[in-house]
C-alpha cells in the first residue's frame, strides 16, 4: 500500500473543502450517545473536525456549550448551519492559539485524528491536553489496524500513513494508540469496536482518557 512518499501534495483543507461541497449531509449515526454516562459535569466541550456537526448538535442538547473546530471551511458552514449556538473556528488540531490553556472540560474526536504520522499525533493530542482543564476528558475513536472497508494496509505496524482516495491515512494498532495517548493522557478506556459508517462496518479503536496532571 502506499506510504509517506505517496502523501498528496494538495492541502489537506482543500481535500475535504472539495469533499464537502460535493456530498450530502451524512447521516447522524448517534456515536456520541454511547458516551453520555461519561459527561455528568461537563460545562464546555470541544469537538475536534466537527465536520457535519452531528457531534456538536448532541452537546447542545445536553446543555453544553460547544466550539468545534475544523481545517475544512466547507465544514464548518455545514456545521454552523445544523448548529448555529456553536462557536466554530477554522483551525488545525495541531496547533490550535486561539483557543486558552484550560478552556474545556471536554474534547471529542470522533475519526479527526487518524491524519498523521507519530509525531504529529502525539503534537496534537498534547495540544488537546493543553486546552483542557484539569481533569478534563478525552472521549474519541480512530481507524483500526483491520478496517478492510476503509483501506487498512495488509501491515499498519509502522507509521507510514496510507493513501486512501487522495487522503493520507494512520490505522492504529493498540500498541500504536496506547503509545501516543500515554504522552498526555491518562487512558481509562480503550477497546476495539464495529461501527457502522456510510452503510459499512468500520474497526476503530475507541479511548476515554483524561488529562495528565501537571
Not at 500500500?1 to 451524512?26: G, N
Not at 493530542?125 to 472497508?149: F, M
Request: proline content about 4%; charged content about 30%.
Amino acid at each position: 500500500m502506499p506510504s509517506d512518499a505517496s502523501v498528496p501534495a494538495e492541502p489537506a483543507s482543500d481535500v475535504w473543502d472539495r469533499r464537502y461541497a460535493a456530498q450530502t449531509l451524512s447521516r447522524d449515526e448517534a456515536w456520541l450517545s454511547g458516551w453520555q454516562h461519561r459527561l455528568p459535569g461537563v460545562r464546555r466541550a470541544l469537538d475536534i473536525g466537527c465536520g457535519d456537526g452531528w457531534e456538536t448538535a448532541a452537546l447542545l442538547e445536553l446543555g453544553v456549550e460547544v466550539t468545534g473546530i475544523d481545517i475544512s471551511a466547507e465544514a464548518l458552514a455545514r456545521c454552523r448551519r445544523q448548529s448555529p449556538r456553536a462557536r466554530h473556528v477554522l483551525a488545525d488540531v495541531r496547533a490550535m492559539p486561539m483557543l486558552a490553556d484550560g478552556e474545556f472540560d471536554l474534547a471529542v474526536a470522533q475519526l479527526s485524528l487518524h491524519y498523521f504520522d507519530h509525531d504529529d499525533t502525539q503534537r496534537a493530542l498534547c495540544e488537546i491536553a493543553r486546552v483542557l482543564a484539569p481533569g478534563g476528558r478525552l472521549i474519541g475513536c480512530v481507524n483500526a489496524e483491520d478496517d478492510w472497508h476503509y483501506g487498512a494496509p495488509d501491515d499498519a505496524s509502522s507509521w507510514a500513513l496510507t493513501v486512501v482516495d487522495g487522503v493520507a491515512k494512520q490505522f492504529f494498532t493498540r500498541g500504536k494508540i496506547e503509545d501516543v495517548l500515554a504522552a498526555c493522557f491518562d487512558i481509562e478506556h480503550l477497546d476495539k469496536r464495529t461501527l457502522s459508517r456510510y452503510g459499512k462496518p468500520k474497526s476503530v479503536w475507541e479511548f476515554f482518557c483524561t488529562r495528565k496532571a501537571d
